[in-house]
């Protein structure tokens, strides 16, 4: 608490993503013993993100999974609206 009785703030922005992000981590955990074991052809993901209420699981599985398994996938690249690898600027 500060002096004036208000909570401490770190001066941070606070968004629903960054407290998805500082929630739940490690939530690809979760999904990836069962792509492991199905071993899929494709995976495809939805991304949104709730703007009116607390954040919920399937929004942060959907976002940390593809943000993880693309970084894992095409680590010099970004992908494409079409999905062709596209090169970053340099």
């Given at each position: 608490?500060?002096?004036?009785?208000?909570?401490?703030?770190?001066?941070?922005?606070?968004?629903?993503?960054?407290?998805?992000?500082?929630?739940?981590l490690r939530s690809i955990d979760i999904l990836r013993p069962e792509v492991l074991a199905?071993?899929?052809?494709?995976?495809?993901?939805?991304?949104?993100?709730?703007?009116?209420?607390?954040?919920?699981?399937?929004?942060?599985?959907?976002?940390?999974?593809?943000?993880?398994?693309?970084?894992?996938?095409?680590?010099?690249?970004?992908?494409?609206?079409?999905?062709?690898?596209?090169?970053?600027?340099?």
């Amino acid at each position: 608490m500060s002096r004036n009785g208000k909570p401490e703030t770190s001066g941070l922005l606070l968004s629903p993503n960054s407290v998805l992000a500082n929630a739940l981590l490690r939530s690809i955990d979760i999904l990836r013993p069962e792509v492991l074991a199905a071993r899929p052809a494709r995976i495809e993901f939805v991304v949104g993100t709730q703007i009116n209420g607390a954040p919920h699981l399937g929004t942060n599985l959907v976002q940390t999974t593809a943000g993880v398994s693309a970084r894992q996938d095409r680590p010099a690249g970004v992908l494409h609206r079409h999905h062709r690898p596209v090169r970053r600027a340099r």
